[in-house]
């Protein structure tokens, strides 16, 4: 199970996360108006951040739909994933996709409505683009998407999950309480891992190390007390299972 936590802005984040035994960190870009939206400099800054900690993966979050300008950000010593959020099509992740070198992981966000994800008929068109994985969020009754801290119906999600051929991660109101909640989908085959925002911020609103270990020990066993993992088992792999390489 992969865990990851989104939308740092600070190097003590970053740090913190990754001592909360965390695979991937979220770093906002093109996301207008956020909180933790980053300039071009400071996402490479905290990227080089991650990297450093020997453990975490930085993740590119954006709501941008230019792949020319979205590509130049990842590989090398920028993030090694993007997550695209908001209703980009599949011809977005198409040209990503030839743009990003080939160990980019390229993450489409599905969103959760009201029990519907309006993106559902585009999954197929989406894992021939060059999808290597899904997540699965909620939008609010008002139509907001990202960090809602709103939670899925358990149901839906694993109707999703058997839909695609691809993993997926998944997202929405994730606390350290909750995981009995999503037990079918912990159980499911394709299941990745989990993206957590709202539970693992303190009252600062900045990810906080002993919030985000909590998410991290309930949702992960193999976690220690302590916050750090048993055993180096959190490596991110060369491949998504299930995606392109």
């Given amino acids: 199970m992969l865990v990851k936590f989104c939308g740092a802005t600070t190097g003590a984040e970053v740090r913190g996360v990754a001592a909360a035994?965390?695979?991937?960190?979220?770093l906002w870009h093109g996301v207008p108006g956020g909180p933790a939206d980053l300039s071009a400099r400071r996402l490479a800054e905290l990227a080089a951040e991650a990297r450093a900690t020997g453990r975490l993966e930085a993740v590119l979050v954006t709501f941008g739909s230019d792949a020319g300008a979205l590509a130049p950000l990842t590989?090398?010593?920028g993030p090694s994933w993007v997550q695209l959020h908001g209703y980009q099509p599949p011809a977005t992740v198409r040209a990503l996709r030839?743009?990003?070198?080939?160990?980019v992981r390229i993450v489409k966000v599905l969103h959760v409505r009201g029990g519907r994800c309006v993106e559902a008929p585009l999954i197929g068109a989406y894992e021939r683009a060059g999808t290597d994985c899904f997540l699965l969020d909620a939008v609010t009754a008002g139509g907001r998407v990202g960090s809602t801290a709103v939670s899925l119906d358990a149901d839906t999600v694993t109707a999703l999950a058997d839909r695609m051929a691809r993993p997926f991660l998944l997202a929405g109101g994730l606390r350290a309480d909750n995981r009995d909640r999503f037990a079918a989908a912990v159980a499911h085959p394709r299941f990745l891992g989990i993206d957590v925002d709202s539970a693992a911020r303190g009252g600062d609103g900045l990810l906080d190390p002993a919030g985000a270990a909590a998410v991290t020990r309930a949702w992960r066993p193999c976690v220690t007390h302590g916050g750090a993992p048993d055993a180096p088992s959190g490596t991110v792999p060369a491949t998504v299972p299930g995606g392109t390489p």
Avoid: I, S
Avoid at 21 to 26: E, F, P, R, S
Avoid at 98 to 103: E, I
């Fill in 98 to 103: 030839a743009l990003v070198p080939d160990d």
């Fill in 21 to 26: 035994g965390a695979d991937l960190v979220g």
């Fill in 75 to 77: 590989g090398g010593a």
